[in-house]
């Protein structure tokens, strides 16, 4: 718990709040069910206390809810900038290779996330992209789970008669071999 709060310190640190206000909210964020059972055991205690707790709790949820709304706001904005920023850099700067890996990584990542654009073809071509990897990336695992337990299970290579005739023959040497093997030394 003290990680949290340190990390919650860190995370807030920049809002302008106290210390203790950062920590809780960041807290209530990250744990919002056990913050509402604490809240729900506390305010049962007595009726003038449920009264008071209520109509606090309505003001807070009302500005928690509108905080939480401007955050999601800002978040998906600042989504919005990103992307333009990396499809300019693309488009204006010779980047190192690395630097444009990376970029054209971000870049693709965000396609799938910012809104639509229908203007614009290297953003269909990047959802569309993004959208094929990641369900061809299932399918592939499915299939390597498939092919994997079908070779455990030795329901994807079938012998004929012939080769089954030829490889009993083979162990049965290999284990007349390791026998007599067994009995000379001794």
Request: hydrophobic share 35%; glycine share 6%.
């Amino acid at each position: 718990m003290a990680a949290l709060r340190v990390a919650a310190r860190r995370l807030v640190s920049g809002g302008g709040q106290t210390p203790a206000v950062a920590v809780g909210e960041a807290q209530r964020r990250i744990f919002p069910r056990l913050f509402q059972v604490n809240r729900a055991r506390s305010t049962t205690s007595s009726a003038a206390a449920v009264n008071s707790n209520a109509a606090e709790g309505k003001g807070l949820i009302v500005e928690d809810r509108e905080r939480r709304v401007k955050l999601l706001m800002d978040i998906h904005r600042r989504k919005e900038d990103l992307y333009d920023l990396t499809s300019e850099a693309e488009r204006i700067y010779k980047l190192p290779r690395r630097e444009a890996r990376e970029i054209a990584r971000l870049r693709q990542e965000l396609a799938t996330q910012v809104d639509c654009r229908p203007n614009d073809s290297t953003w269909r071509l990047l959802r569309g992209k993004g959208i094929f990897e990641r369900y061809f990336g299932f399918g592939a695992s499915m299939f390597s789970i498939y092919v994997l337990t079908s070779m455990c299970i030795g329901s994807i290579v079938e012998l004929e008669p012939r080769e089954q005739r030829w490889l009993k023959k083979k162990r049965s040497e290999a284990s007349k071999a390791k026998s007599g093997d067994k009995v000379s030394p001794n």
